[in-house]
């Protein structure tokens, strides 16, 4: 198994522009989550998913759109790129099915954005 | 809301010192803790995690963490410390906001001279 993958692994964007930051599991997981990681501030949830088709929102979710049309798939949209935006991104996911939240969440690779 | 406070930002040891990172969390209500490790250059992994049971867990490379109701703690300790455990330590918990959502600490940065 790959795990979770994420492309790309570094971008640099101008202010105003979009992207969309990928990320992939082959684990079957139900659930998938966004963090961004700051120096200094720890992981913040951006966005989360329960499966196929169903989002939510966690702490951080100004400024980014997702979705989830299968359940491998869990794709991030910058809209317009802002300088506030410049972090590392992580993807990860988890199994979700007994509930209870003793579960692993298992991360992915990383991107590094960089907003200029 | 649910917060975790890790108090050692920095922490430099010399090789075989024992180890000791602190981990508080706000939320009185039934929790589940984790310990993840980043790597120089690697992604987050699970070292140990608290879901209910016996409150001394081990987990991975020697580490352990014991979770202390009383004192809402959940600290990380290894008896012998190797220049390889030079990383980022994140303490997290769900819980409060549903057990799906982590919310982690701000992390420790470890360096271990050898």
């Known amino acids: 198994n790959a795990g979770v993958t994420q492309t790309p692994k570094f971008r640099i964007l101008k202010i105003g522009q979009s992207m969309t930051l990928q990320c992939t599991q082959d684990?079957?997981?139900?659930?998938m989550y966004w963090y961004r990681q700051d120096p200094g501030m720890g992981l913040k949830l951006i966005y989360y998913?329960?499966?196929?088709?169903?989002?939510d929102k966690g702490e951080v979710p100004n400024g980014y759109n997702v979705s989830r049309s299968t359940t491998e798939d869990f794709p991030l949209r910058l809209e317009l790129a802002a300088p506030s935006q410049t972090s590392v991104y992580f993807c990860?996911?988890?199994?979700?099915?007994?509930?209870?939240?003793?579960?692993?969440?298992?991360f992915g690779p990383g991107t590094r954005l960089l907003v200029l | 809301a649910q917060s975790v406070s890790q108090h050692n930002h920095h922490v430099i040891l010399s090789e075989a010192a024992s180890l000791e990172l602190g981990c508080n969390y706000s939320?009185?209500?039934?929790?589940?803790l984790f310990w993840y490790v980043q790597y120089p250059g690697q992604h987050l992994q699970l070292l140990l995690k608290?879901?209910?049971?016996?409150?001394l867990v081990k987990g991975i490379k020697g580490f352990e963490a014991e979770f202390i109701k009383s004192k809402f703690s959940f600290n990380l300790r290894k008896p012998s410390v190797q220049w390889s455990d030079t990383a980022e330590y994140f303490c997290?918990?769900?819980?409060?906001?549903?057990?799906?959502?982590?919310?982690f600490g701000t992390g420790t940065r470890l360096l271990v001279s050898p």
């Open positions: 990860a996911s988890s199994y979700g099915g007994q509930g209870g939240g003793g579960e692993t969440q298992y």
């Open positions: 684990m079957n997981h139900n659930y």
């Open positions: 998913s329960v499966g196929a088709g169903i989002t």
């Open positions: 939320y009185g209500g039934t929790v589940n």
């Open positions: 608290y879901f209910s049971g016996d409150p």
């Open positions: 997290a918990v769900n819980g409060e906001t549903g057990f799906q959502k982590l919310v």
